[in-house]
């Protein structure tokens, strides 16, 4: 089993960056695929960006390509996402998950993925 802790959300105005982490512990960091997702008040949550055991594949939602860039550091056990030019609309809680997978293939749906962290918030201003 693996524990998951995200950090760095945070009040903003339109336009800003955040980078938020979440920091893994318990197993081997390396043999997970990691994923963000978030939920906003009142709806369901979604799939934001997604990344391999080995960071060799990364998906990134439609909603946030271009603006939003996940990565992984193994030697941290950590993963980062990197959110840019934020809008009002990307207001929601935001949740690391994990799935321990040796895959290159990257789930976008929380069936795909066994373990969440509590989640940290991100509010934009506009």
């Known amino acids: 089993q693996v524990q998951l802790r995200e950090s760095g959300g945070g009040l903003l105005q339109a336009g800003g960056s955040l980078r938020l982490s979440c920091v893994a512990s318990?197993?081997?960091?390396?043999?997970?695929?990691m994923g963000w997702f978030r939920q906003a008040l009142g709806k369901e949550r979604e799939f934001v960006a997604g990344?391999?055991?080995?960071?060799?594949?990364?998906v990134v939602a439609d909603s946030v390509k271009g603006r939003f860039t996940i990565s992984r550091d193994n030697a941290k056990n950590t993963v980062y996402l990197q959110m840019n030019s934020l809008k009002p609309e990307d207001t929601a809680v935001y949740y690391c998950?994990?799935?321990?997978?040796?895959?290159?293939?990257?789930?976008?749906?929380?069936?795909?993925?066994?373990?969440w962290g509590q989640g940290t918030q991100v509010t934009v201003s506009s």
């Open positions: 998950a994990a799935d321990r997978t040796l895959s290159t293939i990257v789930p976008v749906t929380t069936k795909g993925y066994d373990y």
């Open positions: 318990g197993r081997t960091f390396s043999n997970y695929r």
């Open positions: 990344i391999s055991w080995s960071g060799s594949s990364t």
